[in-house]
DNA sequence: TCCATAGTTATCGTATACGATTTCGTACTC
DNA sequence: GAGTACGAAATCGTATACGATAACTATGGA
């Protein structure tokens, strides 16, 4: 009766060792390229190999793990390619996210958005990456978070998981685009706020996305 | 040795309960509801549950089907809401895809889509959904052939997935819509060939999968 | 007649076990 | 010394087995 709680919350086995790899891999305790052995995980969770062969199937359907049959688990890496191909589709999801969602979003939410902005702000000043990429992910949280369409909200939570291995890179990597990220983001809540056209706020949130995939190839082209 | 190429093309077990469940699912010999007991797929194919399993995961994560803990999994259905947000989605990728797309897509390429379009509207004439359902997929898939993107190709393909226990429906319940439908794929070619801007071929993509999903929400609104 | 409850059955969830495959290391040959 | 072949260790893939959970059925009481 007293763990009834617990084990609601826990879920199945499967479920937790999803869970528990997942967060490993986006918080970065496993690194791209780490081996997954199932043995080794089932023996640190306490389970058996089962779930966890289930969890990894998962995590290898969203991006996050390359399973190769007879050979293994590795979390994946980004290569350029890769990135590219991600932060396109991402443009594409989050435009679309944010031009559905621009009508549900209230003053009350604006505000928010705009605190967690200023907040970015200093850190740009405190030079605090870590903080500024959680920070960017609030702000479009809070932009999404009446998306009235999960499917497409879904998309842009894999992106961001997909993302999560380079936590911070383009902060650190390519200067002055932490800067206008900020102002774009200004931007894009006085469109929002002003109920611009509902397609100049897509282009707006696309362009957002776009421009830090452009940065980035400027800088690794040469 | 003689058996090789066999066991090359067969895959792993987990793989081959996949395909085998995904294509009744897609062909409809599994329709929505349809209560799949893991012991029972497995005795079908002659394997255990385990790879069963592994496969009913991977298809839950693709949403077609629908697995309740200490229950069992059942062939999704798509309600009105999840219809909805699928094609509103699709109109998204789906734009993204052909505007990527456009600029990579021949001569040769149009001819052939242009083919096929004149077997569709052959299938209007002799009232054959099925085959027109196919074909329709038919001309999309020349025209995302070439698509740079694998990414959001295949979101494309798994909305097409997702739909595909509706087989046909829209021709059969929204008439009219399917003799639209050729003639917007022929404005579409036209915009390709001509070296439409990407913004326009975009939104006339998107139209194209929106128009469908209007007509759908006209027809059951009352 | 209808509802509640206890027992039964069907099905799921996971552990364990073992055969299959790959990888790595070692010894042997050229 | 380099390359090949063989063998051992690691790891995966799947079958089987069993405990846990939920759905069903039948029985008794109101």
């Not at 999801?93 to 604006?110: F, K, R």
């Not at 990597?173 to 056209?197: M, T, W, Y």
């Amino acid at each position: 009766m007293t763990e009834t709680a617990v084990e609601i919350k826990a879920g199945s086995k499967s479920e937790q060792a999803y869970a528990a790899v997942k967060a490993r891999i986006v918080e970065g305790t496993y690194t791209p390229g780490y081996r997954l052995v199932l043995a080794k995980i089932a023996e640190d969770l306490g389970f058996s190999v089962v779930p966890v062969r289930e969890a990894i199937r998962r995590l290898e359907a969203e991006g996050l793990v390359k399973f190769e049959r007879n050979v293994g688990a590795t979390v994946s890496g980004i290569d350029p390619t890769e990135y590219l191909y991600t932060m396109q589709t991402l443009s594409i999801v989050e435009g679309a996210a944010t031009a559905l969602s621009a009508p549900l979003i209230g003053g009350a939410d604006i505000a928010r958005a705009r605190a967690v902005n200023q907040e970015m702000r200093e850190c740009l000043e405190h030079f605090d990456p870590v903080r500024f990429t959680q920070l960017n992910q609030d702000f479009h949280s809070v932009l999404f978070e009446h998306c009235p369409n999960p499917h497409i909200l879904d998309l842009v939570h894999r992106g961001w998981n997909r993302l999560a291995s380079l936590r911070s890179s383009t902060f650190r990597f390519v200067p002055g685009r932490a800067k206008e990220s900020v102002e774009e983001h200004e931007a894009l809540l006085q469109l929002i706020e002003n109920n611009a056209d509902a397609d100049e706020i897509e282009k707006a949130a696309r362009r957002h996305r776009s421009a830090t995939l452009d940065a980035y190839l400027a800088q690794t082209k040469h």
